[in-house]
């Protein structure tokens, strides 16, 4: 584990940028439709798009990445237990370098009233397993996901964001983040940058 830096960077970048960095991850990284424990990656590096009322959870020891996306309307994510019995299977939740980091969830949403039940599931979750974790929660634009272990580094694509804010908000990215979700949380083992 000499590899593993301790500190995650959580970087929010614009679209572009996150399609130029996925593309050279390829499709068996990407954690695709219809979004149910199935399709969750585990890999050096993963990926997932389209993120709206679903919740993105991630765990990583800094060299393997369990990515999951799951969606609140579908009836195949209803039993939270089958979802916890699954990651429990694919990763030890006992590595003590293991961290968290949690995206998703839109309030209020009529075609989606489970939407933060979910989130707050695997808040839950995370905090039953006592892993350290970052979470960003709600907002109104679409987000894409990305992890690396080479650069430990999680990238959040958003259309919002620019080469014009990044540079308004480099000294302070916690205000680009929270003018960009409703909820943002960030691990004392994580740090997010523009």
């Not at 959580?10 to 593309?23: A, G, Q």
């Not at 993120?51 to 020891?61: E, H, Q």
Request: glycine share 4%; hydrophobic share 35%; net charge neutral.
């Amino acid at each position: 584990m000499d590899k593993v830096s301790f500190t995650s960077r959580i970087r929010l970048v614009p679209l572009n940028e996150f399609y130029n960095t996925t593309i050279q991850m390829g499709e068996k990284k990407f954690v695709k439709e219809p979004w149910t424990i199935k399709q969750s990656v585990l890999s050096d590096s993963a990926y997932t798009k389209d993120i709206l009322d679903c919740s993105v959870c991630g765990l990583t020891d800094g060299e393997k990445v369990l990515l999951t996306h799951i969606c609140p309307t579908n009836p195949k994510n209803n039993n939270f237990k089958l979802i916890e019995n699954f990651i429990s299977e694919k990763i030890d939740l006992s590595n003590k370098y293991l961290q968290g980091f949690l995206l998703g969830s839109k309030p209020n949403n009529i075609n989606s009233p489970t939407s933060m039940n979910l989130f707050d599931k695997f808040v839950e979750f995370l905090n039953k397993y006592k892993i350290p974790f970052s979470q960003f929660k709600g907002g109104l634009f679409e987000n894409h996901v990305a992890y690396s272990s080479k650069n430990d580094e999680w990238l959040i694509g958003n259309c919002v964001v620019s080469k014009n804010l990044k540079n308004i908000y480099k000294d302070k990215p916690e205000e680009l983040f929270n003018r960009i979700f409703d909820k943002v949380e960030v691990s004392d083992l994580d740090e997010i940058v523009l």
